[in-house]
């Protein structure tokens, strides 16, 4: 490991200043590490063993993607068994945990919002006085009618006080419609809280110049960004790897200060997954990387 990693015990708690994330002491952080992929399918990744694998490449953050639909929370609330033990894990190894209420196909977050405050009530209760913990309230509001005025904004300001009531200074990442891209009319319609950015999701494949238009768009107008979710694929998760475009992704965020993490650490048979079939639970060697697995690995350490 990289003798300039830092992780909770250096930056301790995270705040938002203007559209910068700093630490407790004033000064700039920027977050890299790896998602994992969906915790009802591949929780063994999301493990002390994986992720402590991430960490001595230089990760110094792991998202825990819980999501509702397919198999997920909704219908097997014991997942969040699994989710709890990820964020210790990650915690005990000095990083910071996002916890990620996953919505994709049920992709309007004020469907399950009596659900969602639940879950964040109990996780923001048991995790109230730990300074690595961040809370993502709907990774991808999705579909035409899913506006931010009228569906995300409304959710938002209904989950983000449950969370506030136990832990008032956590970091808190919000959603933007059309697959957290319109991050745009999210910062032309801010919310009005501390504390909280917005995500910009990426696929190296499918996103490129419009995109990041949208993005420099919303950082002039005051929103903070965090890309909680990329991959160095096309959109479906399959298709390339697209590294040159990664690349290119990765230099602008880098400009930005925007911290990443990169979807997903799995060894599921997609171009996406930081793993090849049949990897073991953690201790990865190059041989049970994927392309792009070597390829995303190389740059946490990257400023
Ligand atoms: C994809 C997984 C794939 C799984 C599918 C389920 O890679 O294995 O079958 O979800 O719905 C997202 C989502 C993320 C997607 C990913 C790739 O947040 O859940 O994962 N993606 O399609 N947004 C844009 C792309």
């Known amino acids: 490991m990289n003798s300039d990693w830092h992780g909770i015990s250096y930056h301790g708690r995270l705040r938002v200043s203007g559209?910068?994330?700093?630490?407790?002491?004033?000064?700039?952080?920027?977050?890299?590490?790896?998602?994992?992929?969906?915790?009802?399918?591949?929780?063994?990744?999301?493990?002390?063993?994986?992720i402590q694998t991430t960490k001595t490449m230089g990760a110094n953050v792991f998202r825990i993607a819980m999501y509702t639909d397919e198999g997920g929370y909704l219908t097997k609330k014991n997942i969040a068994d699994d989710v709890i033990k990820a964020v210790d894990d990650t915690l005990a190894l000095d990083m910071y945990a996002i916890i990620d209420w996953h919505i994709l196909h049920d992709n309007n977050p004020m469907e399950h919002i009596r659900e969602a405050q639940d879950f964040f009530e109990m996780m923001s209760g048991r995790y109230a006085n730990e300074k690595g913990v961040i809370y993502e309230i709907c990774n991808e509001p999705n579909g035409p009618e899913v506006t931010w005025s009228r569906c995300v904004k409304p959710y938002a300001e209904r989950v983000i006080p449950v969370i506030r009531r136990h832990a008032p200074e956590a970091l808190i990442l919000v959603g933007c419609p059309t697959w957290s891209q319109d991050v745009d009319i999210c910062a032309?319609?801010?919310?009005?809280?501390?504390?909280?950015?917005?995500?910009?999701?990426?696929?190296?494949?499918?996103?490129?110049?419009?995109?990041?238009?949208?993005?420099?768009?919303?950082?002039?107008?005051?929103?903070?960004?965090?890309?909680?979710e990329w991959g160095t694929s096309a959109a479906d998760g399959n298709g390339g790897v697209f590294l040159r475009e990664s690349d290119v992704w990765l230099d602008f965020l880098s400009r930005n200060g925007i911290s990443w993490c990169?979807?997903?650490?799995?060894?599921?048979?997609?171009?996406?997954?930081?793993?090849?079939?049949?990897?073991?639970?953690?201790?990865?060697?190059?041989?049970h990387l994927s392309e792009s697995g070597r390829y995303v690995f190389s740059k946490f350490a990257d400023k």
């Not at 407790?24 to 998602?35: A, C, F, I, K, T």
């Not at 990426?202 to 107008?221: N, P, Q, S, V």
């Not at 799995?266 to 060697?285: F, K, M, N, Q, V």
């Open 188 to 228: 032309e319609d801010p919310l009005d809280c501390s504390n909280i950015m917005y995500t910009l999701h990426f696929y190296a494949g499918t996103h490129g110049d419009e995109l990041r238009e949208k993005c420099i768009k919303a950082l002039g107008m005051g929103a903070p960004i965090f890309a909680s």
């Open 19 to 50: 559209t910068r994330l700093m630490d407790e002491n004033g000064r700039d952080v920027v977050l890299h590490g790896m998602s994992s992929h969906g915790m009802q399918w591949y929780p063994h990744f999301a493990r002390l063993q994986g």
């Open 262 to 287: 990169n979807w997903s650490l799995a060894d599921r048979d997609e171009t996406s997954a930081a793993l090849r079939p049949g990897a073991p639970d953690g201790g990865w060697t190059s041989e």
